[in-house]
């Protein structure tokens, strides 16, 4: 688990803490839109019926292999 730094009034971030936060950040909204995603995904197999187990497999895996290649090209 990651915490960002928290600002403090009598402590406030340094510059690398800010550059950390900002990495985080950019980190976490892609795992929230990759759930968020995988969540619309799930509501569309079950108003679909969807029955076919590994082409539902192959589907969760296709989109946690886009999830990752889109976070490892934002955090290099």
């Not at 960002?4 to 985080?24: D, G, V």
């Not at 839109?33 to 019926?49: P, Q, T, W």
């Amino acid at each position: 688990v990651f915490i960002p730094h928290k600002n403090y009034r009598t402590r406030p971030l340094t510059a690398e803490q800010k550059q950390e936060n900002t990495s985080l950040s950019r980190i976490r909204v892609v795992v929230e839109n990759v759930i968020a995603g995988m969540k619309v995904f799930f509501v569309l197999r079950i108003k679909n019926r969807i029955k076919d187990k590994q082409g539902l497999k192959d589907a969760i895996d296709a989109c946690v292999l886009l999830a990752n290649t889109k976070a490892l090209k934002m955090s290099a």
